[in-house]
Every structure is written in C-alpha cells, then in structure tokens.
C-alpha cells in the first residue's frame, strides 16, 4: 500500500488521507478560525476503590451531535471552509480528534503512568491519542456496504495507526473501534470509526492477560488459542471459518449478539499480520457484518473492538482478535445495561449463545 497523504488542519491537528490505487489525495487548506488547543485539555483520575483509571474530558460535552447531512463534518469540504476533512474528495481519511478523551500524544510526554500508591487524589494529565477514521466520504452506507478492495483500505489504515501509535513514547495500548447506530449512542451518523492510544493497559485487557498469564503457568500454552481450538472442536458456536480466519459467538458470550474473530495463527495486533491475512480478515470481517445487518428488517446496532497488543513482554500472551457486540435481543427490544451488569460487572444474557450463532449460520 501507499504511504498516506499527510496535511495539518488549521489547528495543527494531523490528517491523513489513504487512497485507492490510481487515486491521488487533493485535499486544500483548511481556512476554518479554529480555536488554538489545550495540551492539557483532559485528566486522567484514578479509583483507589477499584485500582482503575478514569478518562474526565469534559469538552467532549460540547462536541457536534446528530447534525443535518448538508452540516456533517466528516463529509468532504472542498472550500476548507466548514469540515474535518478539507476536500473534494476522499477514500480513507484518518484525523486526531477535535473533542479529544486523550491527547498530545507525539508531544515530549513522561514515561508511562503506573498505577498509584498511597493516600490522596492522583491525577495525571490525559496524555495519549484520540483520532477519527472515516471509512468512505459518502454520508450514508455503512462497513458491511464498502466493496472488498475499500474495506481492505479501512484495515490498512488501522494497521498503518496501530504502528505508528505503538512507537509513540508513553502509549501502552492501541484501541481501534467502531460505535455504529443511534441505539449505540453515536453523534455523527457518517460512516466512521475511532483510535484511542491509551497510556496504560486498560482494564478489560489487563484481565484477559493475567488470565493468560495463569494459563500459561497451568498449562504451558496459550490461553486464546486454546479457546479457538476448543470453539472449533466443538462446533455449535462457530459462525465462519476459512483457512486463515474463524468466526464464532463465545461460549459465555454477554450480549444479545457477539461474535469473536480470531486469526487461526497467532499474531499480537494487525502489523504482524501477513498481506493473504489481511485480505482474509478484510473477508470474514465483511461477512460477519453482512450477517449482522440481515438479522432484522433495520441495521443492527453494534460495537467494533480490535483487540490488540503489543509484543512487550507483559503483553505478550495477548491474541489479536475483534469483539463484535451488539445492544439489539430482538427486532423490537434492546439490551440495556441496568443494575446487574452497570453496578456488578454481572453480565445476565437474554439469549444462548448456540441459538445465535445457529441464526447467523443461516444469514450466510
């Protein structure tokens, strides 16, 4: 692939435009009187309750929410005038966050916050990276509409971020994501996606690896490939499968529906990933989301998380793989998350497992 286009936006935020072959980016100056930025513009608390970190930014409260299409900033803006994206035109384009939860990211930053100890308030500035990835410059459509050859565009610029990311000083952790739907709580309908570079490991991915690492020390092997082959053996769970990618609903799944993509060969994050595996993973990735939006008569809302690592040895267990999830138990009804799931952590599911993957075999 071709090394992006890169360009500054009038606030000195980056954008970088990712192209098609035979297209040539022409984006234009931005001429938009922005205001000048914040390098501290977000916090970071820590929990001594619980021993986690929690993200304040609020400016985020002022962000653009559900704008008329003539006013979406995400599509193209060929007079530099009113739009993120100060273009005619455009495939794949990748900017930082003007309503960023983490930022500053490439400025000169302190060695990575560890976890606190003593007594007292700890905060920490809320250094790290907030970008947006827009997966095509038509207003509506969705991932699961992109022809093979865009999508496989998307997931190189998420590779492209993931690396780039992984070598900037002080990011522990790099979070590429989709929140698609009103249901999910999106502000923008325009196609798109998001990247957090996170300066610790966050909650969620620090358990599943010391799970990992105590598998490991049981076992001799590690934990998420055993969970695939254990998933294939069995069988009834499994949505997709092809030589390099299988798809399934995990055996203890939490949500009405959840699909778990696992490359069949072991690979911390999507830059270990070979080309046949991209390609494959583009494939199986547009199938599942194409299973997904033919469950009801209305597109199913959902959650796109690519679960990556980096090859640390603290990280080293991890196993790429992408969570897909969504809020939607039937046409008509929603999964909220109430007492049980918000103030326990006790995920109570609606649905089984086998019965969704058996349904979503059918929408193949």
């Not at 929990?47 to 299409?69: E, F, K, M, N, S």
């Amino acid at each position: 692939m071709t090394a992006p286009t890169r360009t500054k936006l009038a606030d000195g935020r980056d954008l970088l435009f990712f192209a098609l072959p035979g297209r040539r980016p022409a984006p234009v100056a931005d001429r938009r009187a922005l205001p000048e930025r914040d390098p501290d513009q977000s916090q970071l608390r820590f929990d001594r309750a619980t021993g986690q970190w929690v993200i304040v930014a609020a400016l985020r409260q002022d962000r653009t929410y559900l704008p008329a299409a003539d006013q979406c900033p995400l599509c193209p803006g060929p007079t530099g005038l009113s739009s993120e994206v100060p273009a005619p035109d455009y495939d794949v384009v990748v900017f930082e966050n003007r309503f960023p939860s983490l930022s500053g990211a490439f400025d000169p930053m302190p060695a990575p916050t560890p976890a606190p100890s003593g007594d007292g308030f700890v905060s920490a500035p809320g250094r790290g990276r907030s970008e947006v990835i827009c997966f095509s410059s038509a207003h509506t459509g969705s991932f699961a509409a992109l022809q093979p050859a865009h999508a496989r565009l998307v997931v190189e610029a998420w590779r492209h971020r993931t690396a780039d990311l992984m070598a900037a000083p002080g990011i522990e952790q790099v979070f590429c994501f989709e929140n698609r739907g009103e249901e999910i709580g999106v502000t923008l309908t325009h196609p798109h996606g998001q990247i957090y570079g996170y300066p610790y490991v966050t909650p969620r991915t620090a358990a599943m690896l010391r799970q990992a690492r105590e598998h490991r020390m049981r076992h001799g092997r590690n934990l998420f490939a055993d969970l695939l082959a254990h998933e294939v053996a069995d069988g009834s769970r499994v949505v997709a499968r092809t030589e390099l990618f299988t798809a399934f609903v995990p055996f203890a799944a939490r949500w009405p529906v959840e699909v778990h993509i696992y490359p069949n060969r072991f690979a911390h994050n999507l830059v270990e990933l070979d080309e046949a595996e991209l390609d494959g993973f583009t494939r199986v990735y547009l199938d599942v989301l194409g299973r997904f939006d033919r469950m009801y008569s209305v597109p199913l809302p959902y959650i796109s998380a690519l679960h990556q690592f980096s090859d640390a040895d603290a990280q080293a267990e991890g196993y790429f793989h992408v969570e897909l999830m969504s809020i939607r138990r039937s046409a008509t009804r929603l999964k909220y998350l109430a007492a049980s799931e918000s103030a326990m952590d006790a995920f109570i599911s609606d649905v089984t497992p086998e019965s969704v993957a058996s349904r979503l075999r059918e929408l193949g």
